[in-house]
């Protein structure tokens, strides 16, 4: 895999259609990746969390922390090391306490802190299942999502609550994720949409597709795209959700649905999301990292590595429309995207042979002129 330092990969554009410089979103251009060959114990990248300096890295097999002031793994845990499983699919980190929170595939719930990890699994603990696919922090709880219902820790109190079918409309229990911001914990489910928790009042609310209609979305912008959900993220009082069926926007007010064949999204398989605002949402997909960067005017950036040449690649689009193509010696490490964080300015692609870090230095809300770069010239 290719090393990209800052501001030594070259970038060449391409104006595709006829576009205002003010009209085209920020492109990120400075990429930098890290595989096997730069320290990280497996290529398979399940989940990234960024808190400061450290960047948290899941793979298949370990844990790793990236030091972002120098850029270098300054260590690895394997189960000889302490970590009670391989595959870890979820990361968050406690505000209060720093403690990182490790949701385990088949090996339920871990805390690392002060050096040591503490284990929580089926037959220890209140967790309802030890397949966890997400891990959220709220105030003093720990929510984790699994394949048989959700389950939240005290760590005040120690104790345990579990969702399932029987207290929260659940009509299927297979959780794929959990997010919490703003009083609000939304889980994603398999089947039952997204589910939203009031931590005030202790009342659920669901989001389904109400045209009942698995095969396809019957009627445009009704609610939901699809069932079943893969991710919900909670920001400025705006819900998105991913699906394998597309995406979806809620400001309280008006749905809107997103699907490849009308937006800039290179696939309608979402694995995961990640929101910025109500305006800007990443979405992970199967075939590229889709980027809205202003619902108003369903302005899109694609991201996808071309497996030939192993250059990057970013398409501006309007609707379907194609404005600009943006060729980079580095980009993203692969096309087929598992998770990603975001924190500042900056991206973080989990992908399945390695992890992309997109870095926004002169990043800024909103739409951008264009990029610092010329056709066929260097940064």
């Not at 391409?14 to 096997?36: C, E, G, I």
């Not at 597709?209 to 698995?214: A, C, F, I, N």
């Not at 309280?252 to 699907?259: D, E, I, V």
């Not at 398409?315 to 993203?332: A, P």
Request: charged content about 25%; aromatic content about 12%.
């Amino acid at each position: 895999m290719a090393w990209g330092p800052i501001g030594l990969g070259l970038v060449s554009l391409v104006l595709v259609a006829q576009a205002s410089a003010l009209d085209l979103p920020y492109v990120y251009t400075r990429w930098k990746q890290f595989t096997v060959a730069n320290g990280l114990p497996d290529d398979h990248i399940f989940s990234v969390k960024s808190d400061g300096w450290r960047l948290w890295v899941g793979t298949e097999n370990g844990l790793a922390l990236i030091d972002k002031r120098t850029w270098k793994v300054v260590r690895t845990w394997k189960e000889e090391d302490g970590l009670p499983w391989r595959v870890i699919t979820a990361i968050d980190v406690d505000p209060k306490t720093g403690d990182v929170w490790l949701g385990l595939f088949g090996g339920g719930l871990a805390r690392f802190s002060g050096g040591r990890f503490d284990h929580f699994h089926q037959l220890n603990s209140g967790l309802v299942n030890n397949v966890v696919y997400g891990v959220a922090v709220e105030n003093d709880n720990i929510w984790a999502a699994t394949t048989a219902g959700a389950s939240r820790y005290n760590t005040v109190t120690g104790e345990w609550t579990i969702f399932t079918e029987k207290n929260a409309p659940m009509e299927e229990i297979w959780n794929y994720g959990v997010h919490y911001r703003d009083g609000k914990v939304h889980l994603a489910v398999w089947g039952s949409g997204v589910l939203e928790y009031d931590v005030k009042t202790g009342r659920w609310k669901e989001y389904l597709d109400p045209d009942g209609e698995m095969e396809i979305d019957l009627y445009r912008d009704d609610g939901i795209v699809h069932v079943i959900v893969t991710g919900a993220a909670y920001v400025e009082n705006t819900l998105w959700a991913s699906s394998y069926f597309g995406a979806s926007r809620y400001d309280g007010r008006h749905w809107r649905g997103y699907y490849n064949q009308d937006s800039g999204l290179p696939s309608d398989f979402i694995n995961n999301i990640r929101a910025r605002s109500a305006n800007e949402a990443w979405f992970a997909t199967d075939k590229g990292v889709g980027v809205i960067t202003d619902y108003q005017t369903n302005t899109w950036v694609a991201y996808t590595m071309d497996p030939k040449t192993r250059r990057g690649r970013a398409e501006v689009y309007r609707d379907r429309e194609l404005l600009r193509i943006v060729d980079m010696e580095v980009g993203i490490p692969h096309n087929f995207i598992i998770n990603l964080d975001l924190d500042g300015n900056d991206v973080f692609v989990a992908t399945a042979k390695g992890l992309g870090v997109g870095l926004g230095e002169d990043y800024y809300a909103g739409l951008r002129p264009e990029p610092r770069a010329v056709a066929g010239g260097g940064q």
